[in-house]
């Protein structure tokens, strides 16, 4: 997320009479202290979300602040010049955002290079998304959902850089138009207009929304949408693009057309602040409980779906609560933007915003591999100093010489002296340089490899059994039709029903005499249905395995549908789940726990108190079993039958 300047020096374009005085936008303490409470809200997310499940919104809060110091820098050069120079605006803009983003681009793609090369290939279309700030768009068309976890994506953050972006290109030429022939009653029709577009982009984003589960376009057709003739996901392209995002971006437009610093001071509304802190405390309130309570998806007993309320009003919500806290911490006479959010510390963190937004994401994903993979809080702690550290080095040495000028002034007294480079520097200098050119290289011919837990489902997909698609409506769900036969059935020694987890030991289990009926995303009712299938179809025997409830929480009653067709089988071996970081496993555990209080034929296999520690068992997900991992768990399940 980037960081709208809160400075104005002087631009050029100004007209041939003379440069004209008018107001100066201040630089404000308090925006650089919303800025780092809005980027602690999300790093703390990205680090685990049972931390703070809606810390997602704090890119909400920087799209609110860039729209209203964007909009207030552009509208105080109108007044004060007469023109909005539009090469000057893009120049600063290039000097603020590139030099970070080029650098972690190199640091990326240098450090797959040298310790992901399997993951090189897939890193290249992020790459080259990033570079030109459509990252967002790429995430999109590709799938890569914001909300995905089991991916190693380091640069699957720079979506909200994208949309910024799009709108510092885009947004000075509007303001050009409509400021062209700006009078004294000209910015209040346009803080309307902007108002009206707002409220238009959260009909237009709730309008587009599904409610439901989401799963594969064959499951779930109503969850995608048209783009270009590309079927995506309607929560991705809303979450993710331009249009639907910009509704904080107008609002904050909105803001500043009318509450300007330097009309404030003049008017009666600069004499104190104490009604407005009220409703900024009230605004930082309602902030810090929707971070709290709102989410990006949710987990029912028909699986995740997205949260309906953040797409029905909720991203409109938080862009309101952000515009009191601005309102409230731009005023002069403020109190709580002085001495609560323009403290020192938060004022430090504010301004390095953008870098700590950058180097968290990558430095967190090198560490645990996948994204949603929680970080326990020592990791975290260590994490994030290492974090801190790469954000200062930078801040100091790139951004700040670049945007301030420094550094092209010291290059320029430098070839002044007819400077040269002399002893090994050369040499140093130039083995510095071989390794990231040989790294881009090395991306742009790699090939793309499937994740590890992709690849390993697909490899084991082949090995399962699987009940006939066709099915008739049953109530509030579907029974698969039985087909008449002469046939003899014969029965299943054991019969393994699972999700994922399951499906990633397929070709193990099938090794030792075991049929298993395993799929990716399945939930605890659909593992109901299979067993219902199975029982009427006379191929059950005296053995059943079921590992269900990893995909979203279930309920008893649930479970109780599992168990109906099963009350013949002699043994019944049902496992608990290991879903880190979620908030449903430990409930769903409980209801597997309980299970043989009322069913004597089901013995608990407790995977997740067996893997406890284990994370050598695991990809990166820490869900599902790598190689050694499925060693054991397949050894626990043969155990668990007396083989």
């Not at 893009?90 to 590139?98: E, F, K, N, P």
């Not at 019969?495 to 605890?524: E, F, H, P, W």
Request: with cysteine.
């Amino acid at each position: 997320m980037s960081n709208a300047e809160q400075t104005f020096a002087p631009m050029s374009g100004t007209p041939s009479s003379g440069v004209r005085r008018g107001p100066v936008v201040p630089y404000v303490p308090g925006l650089d202290g919303l800025r780092a409470l809005a980027v602690i809200a999300v790093i703390t997310y990205h680090a685990n979300r049972e931390w703070l499940g809606g810390g997602f919104l704090g890119v909400e809060v920087f799209f609110v602040i860039s729209g209203y110091l964007i909009t207030l820098l552009l509208i105080a050069e109108r007044e004060r010049t007469g023109v909005v120079s539009l090469t000057d605006f893009w120049v600063r803009r290039a000097r603020r955002l590139l030099p970070a983003l080029f650098t972690l681009l190199i640091v990326t793609i240098t450090y797959c290079a040298m310790f992901e090369r399997d993951r090189l290939g897939r890193l290249r279309g992020d790459v080259i998304g990033g570079f030109f700030y459509v990252a967002n768009w790429f995430q999109v068309w590709t799938g890569s959902s914001y909300t995905s976890s089991a991916e190693f994506a380091p640069l699957r953050h720079l979506w909200s850089l994208a949309v910024e972006e799009q709108f510092y290109i885009i947004w000075p030429l509007v303001m050009f138009l409509l400021l062209r022939n700006m009078r004294s009653r000209t910015l209040p029709v346009i803080g309307v207009f902007f108002t009206v577009l707002a409220a238009a982009v959260a009909v237009y984003t709730a309008v587009v929304f599904r409610t439901g589960p989401i799963d594969t376009i064959e499951k779930t057709p109503e969850q995608f949408m048209s783009f270009f003739g590309r079927d995506v996901l309607r929560t991705d392209f809303l979450y993710l693009g331009t249009v639907s995002r910009a509704s904080g971006l107008l609002l904050g437009a909105a803001l500043a057309t009318a509450w300007r610093p330097w009309s404030i001071r003049r008017g009666r509304a600069g004499a104190n602040a104490n009604g407005l802190d009220l409703l900024g405390v009230l605004g930082l309130a309602a902030l810090g409980y929707m971070c709290w309570q709102f989410r990006e998806t949710i987990s029912t007993e028909a699986g995740t779906e997205g949260y309906a309320l953040l797409y029905r009003g909720g991203l409109i919500l938080v862009a309101l609560a952000t515009i009191l806290v601005i309102a409230t911490v731009t005023h002069p006479r403020s109190r709580l933007g002085k001495y609560v959010i323009g403290t020192p510390l938060l004022v430090w963190i504010g301004k390095r915003s953008y870098g700590l937004y950058l180097y968290h994401w990558v430095v967190f994903q090198a560490y645990r591999k996948s994204a949603g993979m929680p970080l326990e809080p020592r990791e975290f702690v260590a994490l994030m100093a290492i974090t801190v550290v790469i954000t200062e080095a930078s801040y100091q040495f790139i951004e700040t010489p670049i945007r301030t000028g420094r550094a092209l002034a010291a290059y320029r007294s430098w070839r002044a002296r007819n400077g040269g480079v002399r002893g090994p520097l050369p040499i140093v200098l130039a083995t510095l340089a071989i390794v990231p050119v040989f790294s881009v290289f090395s991306m742009a011919g790699a090939r793309v490899m499937p994740e590890e837990v992709a690849g390993n489902l697909d490899d084991n997909s082949g090995v399962v059994v699987t009940i006939p698609a066709t099915t008739v409506p049953a109530g509030p769900t579907t029974i698969p039709v039985i087909a008449s036969t002469t046939v003899p059935v014969t029965k299943f020694d054991v019969l393994a029903v699972g999700d994922s987890v399951m499906l990633g030991s397929a070709r193990k289990l099938t090794s030792y005499g075991i049929t298993v009926d395993a799929a990716k995303n399945r939930q605890v009712s659909a593992g109901a249905q299979v067993l219902d299938y199975r029982n009427k179809t006379g191929e059950l025997g005296n053995n059943v395995v079921i590992h269900l409830g990893t995909n979203g929480r279930t309920t008893e009653s649930t479970f109780d549908l599992v168990m109906k067709p099963l009350s013949k089988v002699q043994r019944v071996i049902v496992l608990t789940v290991r879903v880190p970081g979620s908030q449903y496993s430990d409930k769903n555990n409980a209801i597997i726990t309980a299970l043989p209080l009322k069913y004597p034929n089901v013995t608990i296999l407790d995977w997740d108190a067996l893997s406890k520690g284990r994370k050598d068992w695991f990809a990166s997900d820490g869900i599902h079993p790598n190689a050694l991992g499925q060693d054991n768990y397949v050894g626990f399940i043969l155990k668990a039958l007396g083989r």
